[in-house]
């Protein structure tokens, strides 16, 4: 019985760990012109759950001497529904979105993903979140 329970709190913990959704594009260090349009690419891995998909939230952070320890960031680039349809050639789903780089600053940009979907027969609620790094350049007029 205990074990049975151990081995159920291993299978949850790794199923909360798994890492579902990455930012394929733009490559870490892309450097992008403030203010023009770039792509998103949003790859999702396959699920051995059913999924439902709900919401999808690309946001841009200005990061002042790190990253970390702030929200998703400053700027929502794109707040909607997420349908990866497309497949790569190694058999992920995934989904562009073209969006628009802020033009306030430039620097350093943490590009962040959040995902929030339904998991398994009884719904799970799952919170998902995924990062990159960009360099946002002067030029763009
Ligand atoms: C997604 O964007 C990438 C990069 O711009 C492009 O190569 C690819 O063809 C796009 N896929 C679709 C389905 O538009």
Partial sequence: MFGKLLFCVAALASAALAQDISIALPAQG?????????????????????????????????????????????????????????????????????????NFFQGTMQLNVARFYLEGMTNFAELELADTTVTLTGGSG
């Fill in 30 to 102: 892309t450097n992008i012109a403030a203010g023009s349009n770039f792509v998103v690419q949003v790859e999702r891995a396959t699920s051995s759950n059913s999924v439902e998909e709900i919401s999808l939230v690309i946001a841009g952070l200005q990061c002042l001497g790190g990253c970390s320890g702030y929200g998703i960031g400053h700027t929502i680039l794109y707040s909607g529904t997420f349908d990866p349809e497309s497949t790569n050639g190694e058999g992920k789903s995934y989904q562009n979105f073209t969006v628009t780089a802020p």
